[in-house]
């Protein structure tokens, strides 16, 4: 059986040079694609990893690079100073998105009509994004997502939306998932919100161990919320 096949894809946000890496299935496609959004420390092996379990399940995978230059922060300290000032300017982050997205369909092997989006914690806020600029785009996915809304003029959101949150995390406490879950009902968007209990932030994450400051690996919210997922972009990108 021919082998995943990965590069490295160079885009460009104005005069920001970003490092995508796309993981294509055997075939010669055209593949529906996934974007995947990294967390606060930047694009690492874990959205690549994700990339390529996505490319064994059909889909093109690009893990996307939203601070730049390939970045990555050591420790929390620098991880927040990459994510802060995304965080307080979401039309910045906005069109940092919007031109991943734009860069995801312009890949040889993708069909650019069949295109989704996920995104873990600051990655999952990321994909919601995407889907609240009004993009056209088939789907997206938060994992342990931020859903605090973007302050920014209200779009028709076009793509279906699946919140996949624990419901013990600390950062996002039920009233703002509820609050996101109004948020979605007067846009009139197809949301859903599945609420794993006993479950603290990253639980994807298995480096993910300091319950103290509400980050915990969880192996059964980890793979139900992959298999949501799954079933997710079965329905969207068929």
């Known amino acids: 059986m021919t082998e995943i096949r990965t590069r490295r894809v160079n885009y460009r946000d104005g005069q920001t040079e970003c490092f995508g890496h796309v993981a294509l299935p055997p075939g010669d496609g055209p593949f529906p694609v996934v974007l995947i959004n990294h967390a606060w420390?930047?694009?690492?092996?874990f959205e690549r990893d994700k990339a390529e379990a996505l490319a064994r399940l059909g889909y093109a995978g690009f893990a996307v690079d939203n601070y730049g230059g390939g970045r990555v922060g050591a420790n929390p300290e620098e991880n927040r100073a990459m994510m802060k000032p995304l965080i307080a300017d979401r039309a910045v982050l906005r069109q940092r998105l919007l031109s991943a997205l734009t860069a995801a369909r312009a890949i040889e092997e993708v069909d650019a009509s069949r295109v989704a989006?996920?995104?873990?914690?600051?990655g999952g806020l990321c994909a919601l994004d995407v889907a609240r600029s009004?993009?056209?785009?088939?789907?997206?996915v938060s994992f342990h997502g931020l859903l605090s809304p973007a302050g920014l003029s209200p779009q028709k959101i076009?793509?279906?939306?699946?919140?996949?949150?624990?419901?013990d995390d600390p950062s996002v406490p039920p009233e703002a998932a509820m609050?996101?879950?109004?948020?979605?009902?007067?846009?009139?968007?197809?949301?859903?919100?599945?609420?794993?209990g006993g479950t603290m932030h990253a639980f994807?994450?298995?480096?993910?161990?300091?319950?103290?400051?509400g980050l915990l690996y969880s192996e059964p919210a980890a793979r139900r919320s992959w298999q949501s997922m799954t079933t997710f972009l079965e329905e969207v990108l068929a």
Not at 117 to 122: K, N, P
Not at 134 to 140: E, I
Not at 179 to 196: I, P
């Open 41 to 45: 420390a930047g694009q690492s092996d």
């Open 179 to 196: 609050a996101f879950a109004s948020e979605m009902s007067r846009v009139g968007a197809d949301w859903q919100l599945h609420a794993y």
């Open 117 to 122: 989006a996920i995104g873990f914690c600051f």
């Open 158 to 167: 076009l793509a279906k939306v699946l919140v996949l949150h624990g419901y």
């Open 134 to 140: 009004g993009a056209d785009l088939r789907g997206v």
């Open 204 to 213: 994807t994450n298995p480096l993910a161990n300091s319950p103290t400051s």
